[in-house]
């Protein structure tokens, strides 16, 4: 069995475990109550979840992001890395097939998420509050995340780094249902709630309310 | 492990729901709410940041819940819940956070720190660490609602006074505030004293009104303490007194928590959809002017005026363009705070804190941006929906200095109405008002 074999077969398994611990994760979650809200809605439940999935989540929609445009759209791009990592890692096997050119693309939008999230770290290191905020898993997550897509640059223009990539997916497969990273499960369905209850409410989006 | 502990991780385990389980998974702690709380602004700690104070339950959450913070919790920050800590989270939940959603509101996952700080106001309740003060007022509240007949003779009887000042106000001899009318359209429910009557009680004549006055006060304490049976009982006295008279609508006086409550949640209490409409009298003199059923004039209030959105009415219960559209047809000079609307910060006394003689430093404190808001907008009069920003706004006018007047938004139509005996009656009740509200 060559090294590039055992670590696919490696990081399959990881990703099969990862896939069944947030699949048991859901089934958790979907377990408990979802309360039904049984008063008379003043504006449009559904456009309000559409909104918070959509221009909800747009830098200018918040005072919040608004201010911190920059580290916004630092944690927005990191995100979308990771999920380029992840696609190159299950596409990993045939991805030889793609030119050169395109493969670089990739490597460079992998390296990008790769940096925004050690500058993530280091952010979270030097900053005052931010780091009265975080615990080890905090860092950890970040690292091993920023490592996952940093591997998957190397490897896309460094074939013999396919082997470390591998390790690294599966290192960070199997550590993310256990840590921080599990948010990733709870977002849509806390954006639902928020959706539906400004919706509801007629507070958002803006277009609910007349005049505006 | 002490038996309030035992209560208060009973109540968090009873309340976990979807909603709660996503709130207390899905931070990233990436702290971008911090300056969306007007504790933080105030006072930049990062003890004051939503994501900080949200995380105290979630390490009580891991430490019960999570599987890698029971091996190594320090990994996790997860600590097990003591009778210390839940006492430190109950001050933190009554008095470190009014429930205004402006962080859910700013957090790119939508996370939903109130109904954390609310959950853990429940569980400090439940294990005796809920103010004391509010738990006196949402007790008498509910032994009202159980013998009514023993203070209704003298409810009627100042009743009977306030009539005789809405037909001196109105001009009117035959007007009347109608009690307990079987088949009335709409029943209005004020809160605890005059001026939330006869305002209200002068629109309703003037527009010709089919309505009745409530038996009970709108505000309900056991919302602030995160007691759902004990805020259900104190809002089914008005329910069930609804029904009792067959009311198509409950209208709520300008009360945030009160309208809030009995809008929005007290449908869920009930389990069942009310059979009668609830609206904030804002919406309700909103739509007379919309219909053109009131005679304004707005050189009646020649001040520059500004509002202030109450949380429970704007960015909680969507109550936002119709204060305004009744502002412009009754003022000549209405400025805007900046930020206002669903981004307007909270004025720092809402969920309960007013009330609370301990928590008054820290709400004048945590007061700072809506005063520094007020000041900037140059106004001289902040219209407020809302009892309690009324009070707030009215001890952030005297602690900063301020030197403005504080009023409803009911008060400021009748104003507008040009009604013949308002300088007799509406006016000298608010002078007196607003000067005991300045002190």
Partial sequence: MTLILFTQI?????????LAAFGWRLRLFNALARPVDRSTPKGNPRLGILYAYTLGMAPWAKESTRRHGIAYLRGVAFHLGI???????????????????????????????????????ITRFAEHNLKALSTPDDY????????????????????????LFYMVSAVMLVYAPFSK???????????????????????????QQGAR | ??????????????????????????????GICAEACHYFVADPQVENAPAYKAEQLRKVYRAEHDLLSRVFPAWTGAEPLSDEKLAQLAEMAFNKCTLCYRCTANCPMGVDTPLLMTTLRAMATASGYGPEILEMLADAAIEKGKDPEMYLEFFRDSIQDMEKELQALTGNPQA??????????????????????????????????????????????????????????????????????????????????????????????????????????????????????????????????????SCNLARKGGVIEEPRRVLEAITTDFRELTPNREEA?????????????EAYEVRLASGKPKAEQVRRSGAKVVVAACENCRLQIGDLSGHYGL????????????????LPGYQETIEERMKAEVSVVGN
């Avoid at chain 1, 806390?190 to 507070?203: D, E, I, P, W, Y």
């Avoid at chain 2, 309030?4 to 702690?29: F, H, M, W, Y």
């Fill in chain 1, 83 to 121: 999920f380029l990592g992840l696609a190159i890692l299950i596409v990993s096997p045939w991805l030889y097939l793609l030119p050169v050119a395109w493969r670089t693309l990739l490597a460079l939008g992998a390296a990008l998420g790769a940096l925004l999230g050690l500058a993530g770290f």
């Fill in chain 2, 345 to 357: 910060y909270c004025c720092g006394g809402g969920s309960g804190l007013v009330a609370v003689p």
């Fill in chain 2, 176 to 309: 009347s505030i109608p009690l307990q009318k079987k088949g009335a359209r709409m029943l209005y429910v004020a809160l605890a004293g005059a001026h939330t009557i006869l305002p209200a009680a002068a629109i309703f004549e003037t527009v010709g009104e089919d309505w009745t006055l409530s038996i009970y006060e709108a505000a309900n304490y056991g919302v602030f303490l995160g007691d759902a049976s004990r805020a259900k009982e104190i809002a089914r006295r008005i329910v069930d007194e609804a029904k009792q008279l067959g009311v198509e609508e409950i209208v709520i006086s300008e009360c945030g928590h009160a309208y809030y409550a009995m809008r929005w949640v007290a449908p869920n209490w009930f389990g069942d959809e009310f059979n009668f409409k609830v609206r904030s009298i804002v919406e309700v003199i909103a739509e007379y002017v919309k219909e053109g059923r009131l005679e304004l004039d707005p050189s009646a209030n020649p001040e520059a005026i500004t509002y202030h959105d």
């Fill in chain 2, 1 to 30: 492990m002490p038996q309030s502990v035992d209560t208060a991780l009973g109540i968090l385990n009873k309340q976990l729901n979807q909603p709660l389980a996503a709130a207390l998974e899905v931070c990233a702690r990436c």
């Fill in chain 1, 10 to 18: 490696f990081a399959a398994l990881a990703l099969v475990f990862t």
């Fill in chain 2, 403 to 418: 030197d403005v007047g504080v009023v409803a938004l009911a008060d400021l139509v009748v104003k507008a109405m040009r």
């Fill in chain 1, 140 to 163: 950890t997550a970040v690292l091993v995340v920023s490592l996952f897509q940093a591997s998957a640059g190397l490897w896309l223009v460094f074939a013999p780094a396919l082997p």
């Fill in chain 1, 181 to 207: 990273i599990r948010h990733c499960i709870y977002y849509a369905y806390s954006r639902l709630f928020f959706g539906k209850f400004v919706g509801s409410r007629a507070v958002l989006p803006h277009s």
